[in-house]
């Protein structure tokens, strides 16, 4: 049996990142981002519940969910966020679960799971081990402004909508500090790897 790593941390923090690194080390990585898109295609049944809560606006004209826009209004309110969560989360842990096992037969070592809301969700309890990337918060406030072209506003609703990254240090087996450059977060990503071998 493969060893499950879990790996979360802030958003904008360096999840993908460091999963990138795994990749490159032949490692491979479930990405719950990606698997919870595939889940709100048209006419899943996350997508028709999504409708029903959220009504018919949030479509674009293509019948394809407007992104964007749901998640501006989640964002905005924590009720609507948990409700989504509660309609997303358990179609993306079946894919998750169905993804582990693949690689299990395929006979990998390790498989990591890059999921933002793993101890939220409990996705940690899928996993031998968890890995909490992290950054100070003026770092990680310039990256995600920078990277997804928000207003400061914007940023911390999305910061503050997650569990404190304290929690989730506390919680973790491993951290990593991705606070400055690439390099330095490759050096404790080398020396992570050779721990869990
Ligand atoms: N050490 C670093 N130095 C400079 N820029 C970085 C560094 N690490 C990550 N970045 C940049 O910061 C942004 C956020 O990183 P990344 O996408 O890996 O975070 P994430 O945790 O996966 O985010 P999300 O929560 O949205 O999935 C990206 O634009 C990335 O290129
Ligand atoms: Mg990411």
């Not at 009720?79 to 395929?106: A, C, G, M, Q, T």
């Amino acid at each position: 049996m493969a060893i499950i790593i879990g790996l979360t941390g802030g958003i904008a923090t360096g999840k993908s990142t460091l999963s990138q690194m795994f990749k490159q080390s032949g490692i491979p990585v479930i990405d719950s981002d990606d698997i919870a898109k595939d889940v709100l295609v048209i006419n899943q049944p996350a997508y028709i519940k999504v409708i029903e809560e959220f009504g018919e606006d949030i479509l674009l004209c293509t019948g394809h969910i407007n992104r964007k826009k749901l998640a501006k209004i989640v964002f905005d309110d924590m009720d609507k966020l948990e409700k989504l969560n509660s309609i997303v989360h358990p179609e993306v842990k079946k894919i998750v679960i169905e993804e582990i096992n693949k690689y299990n037969v395929l006979g990998h070592d390790i498989v990591v799971l890059d999921v933002p809301l793993l101890f939220e969700s409990n996705f940690d309890k899928l996993c031998n081990l968890t890995v909490v990337v992290f950054t100070d918060e003026k770092t990680q406030i310039d990256r995600l402004m920078k990277r997804d072209n928000l207003e400061l506003e914007d940023a911390l609703k999305r910061i503050k909508a997650q569990k404190n990254i304290g929690e989730k240090i506390r919680l973790a087996d491993f951290i990593i500090d991705n606070s400055l450059s690439i390099l330095e977060t490759r050096k404790q990503y080398n020396s992570l790897l050779r721990k869990i071998r």
